[in-house]
C-alpha cells in the first residue's frame, strides 16, 4: 500500500545524507512533524507519512508487519531507502518492525516513548470506541466539533488533534478509517510473536518521556534482545506526548542522533 507522504529538503539528488522519515502515533498524521522537518531539511531530505487508515493515506486491515511493508514499498517508491527512521507510540512500532523486517531499509532507528511489547494504548482503545458510537450531525463546524468529542474525549489537546481526522462542513464525516482502527485495536496495543533470533544490529535510540509509563524496566530484556544496541534517554517532566510537549528537547536530541549515526 502506497502511503501519503510529505516531504522537505533537497531533491537534486546532490544531498548523500540518509533520509529522515517520521511516523506518528494513533490517530495523528504526517503533518504534526511539520516543525521538525523545516528544522531538520536544510541538508537532508525530510518525508512525514500518513500510515494507513490516518490522514490522506489508504484503509485496510490493522497490524504492524503489514504496516511497515506499507513504509518499505512507499519509501522504495520514493527512492528514500535506506533511512533513519524516527516513529512515536504506534508509528516506534512500525519503524521497529521495518528495521526487523528488513534491516537494510532501516539505517538507524529512533523509537519515541513506545517499548516492543503489549501495552501502551489503552487510553487509546477507549476513545476509539467511544468515537465510534458517536453520529455525526448534518453540518459540522471546527468550534462544534470541539463540543461534539467532548463527551468521549476529555482533554482539549486530544479533541485538537482528533478534529484534524473530520471532513468538516456539510454531510461531515471521518479522514480516518475509523472502523479499520477500532478492529485492530489488539493488533495495535500488542505487539507480535516474532521468530527467534530476529534482531536489528544497527544504532537504536529510545527516547522515553520521563512521566510516562510507556517504556519500563520489564521492557528492557526484549528490548536488548532485538536491538542489542539501544540506548535509552528520558526527558524530564515529558510524557507520552514528549516530542509536542517538548519540541525543541526533543528536537536536539534528534539532532544529536543524526549527528552521530550520518
Given at each position: 500500500?502506497?502511503?501519503?507522504?510529505?516531504e522537505h529538503g533537497p531533491?537534486?539528488?546532490?544531498?548523500?545524507?540518509?533520509?529522515?522519515?517520521?511516523?506518528?502515533?494513533?490517530?495523528?498524521?504526517?503533518?504534526?512533524?511539520?516543525?521538525?522537518?523545516?528544522?531538520?531539511?536544510?541538508?537532508?531530505?525530510?518525508?512525514?507519512?500518513?500510515?494507513r487508515n490516518h490522514g490522506?493515506?489508504?484503509?485496510?486491515?490493522?497490524?504492524?508487519?503489514?504496516?511497515?511493508?506499507?513504509?518499505?514499498?512507499?519509501?522504495?517508491?520514493?527512492?528514500?531507502?535506506?533511512?533513519?527512521?524516527?516513529?512515536?507510540?504506534?508509528?516506534?512500532?512500525?519503524?521497529?518492525?521495518?528495521?526487523?523486517?528488513?534491516?537494510?531499509?532501516?539505517?538507524?532507528?529512533?523509537?519515541?516513548?513506545?517499548?516492543?511489547?503489549?501495552?501502551?494504548?489503552?487510553?487509546?482503545?477507549?476513545?476509539?470506541?467511544?468515537?465510534?458510537?458517536?453520529?455525526?450531525?448534518?453540518?459540522?463546524?471546527?468550534?462544534?466539533?470541539?463540543?461534539?468529542?467532548?463527551?468521549?474525549?476529555?482533554?482539549?489537546?486530544?479533541?485538537?488533534?482528533?478534529?484534524?481526522?473530520?471532513?468538516?462542513?456539510?454531510?461531515?464525516?471521518?479522514?480516518?478509517?475509523?472502523?479499520?482502527?477500532?478492529?485492530?485495536?489488539?493488533?495495535?496495543?500488542?505487539?507480535?510473536?516474532?521468530?527467534?533470533?530476529?534482531?536489528?544490529?544497527?544504532?537504536?535510540?529510545?527516547?522515553?518521556?520521563?512521566?510516562?509509563?510507556?517504556?519500563?524496566?520489564?521492557?528492557?530484556?526484549?528490548?536488548?534482545?532485538?536491538?542489542p544496541h539501544y540506548r535509552?534517554?528520558?526527558?524530564?517532566?515529558?510524557?507520552?506526548?514528549?516530542?509536542?510537549?517538548?519540541?525543541?528537547?526533543?528536537?536536539?536530541?534528534?539532532?544529536?542522533?543524526?549527528?552521530?549515526?550520518?
Amino acid at each position: 500500500m502506497l502511503l501519503d507522504v510529505i516531504e522537505h529538503g533537497p531533491k537534486d539528488g546532490t544531498n548523500t545524507l540518509p533520509p529522515v522519515v517520521f511516523l506518528h502515533g494513533l490517530f495523528g498524521r504526517a503533518r504534526n512533524f511539520g516543525f521538525f522537518q523545516r528544522r531538520l531539511a536544510a541538508n537532508r531530505r525530510i518525508l512525514a507519512l500518513d500510515l494507513r487508515n490516518h490522514g490522506s493515506s489508504p484503509h485496510g486491515p490493522m497490524d504492524y508487519p503489514a504496516m511497515a511493508a506499507d513504509v518499505r514499498e512507499t519509501l522504495a517508491a520514493h527512492d528514500a531507502l535506506p533511512a533513519t527512521v524516527i516513529g512515536h507510540s504506534m508509528g516506534g512500532k512500525v519503524a521497529m518492525m521495518l528495521a526487523l523486517q528488513s534491516p537494510a531499509c532501516v539505517h538507524a532507528l529512533l523509537v519515541a516513548d513506545i517499548a516492543p511489547a503489549q501495552g501502551g494504548h489503552a487510553h487509546s482503545g477507549a476513545i476509539a470506541s467511544g468515537l465510534a458510537g458517536l453520529h455525526f450531525p448534518p453540518t459540522l463546524t471546527l468550534s462544534e466539533a470541539d463540543a461534539w468529542l467532548a463527551p468521549v474525549i476529555a482533554e482539549k489537546p486530544v479533541r485538537d488533534m482528533m478534529k484534524q481526522n473530520i471532513v468538516l462542513g456539510a454531510n461531515p464525516h471521518w479522514q480516518i478509517g475509523l472502523g479499520q482502527i477500532v478492529a485492530g485495536m489488539a493488533q495495535v496495543v500488542g505487539w507480535p510473536t516474532l521468530p527467534p533470533g530476529m534482531q536489528y544490529d544497527g544504532p537504536v535510540l529510545f527516547v522515553a518521556g520521563g512521566a510516562s509509563p510507556y517504556v519500563k524496566p520489564r521492557d528492557y530484556p526484549l528490548m536488548r534482545q532485538l536491538f542489542p544496541h539501544y540506548r535509552l534517554v528520558r526527558l524530564k517532566g515529558a510524557g507520552h506526548w514528549l516530542h509536542a510537549e517538548q519540541p525543541w528537547e526533543f528536537l536536539r536530541v534528534v539532532e544529536e542522533f543524526l549527528r552521530v549515526t550520518g
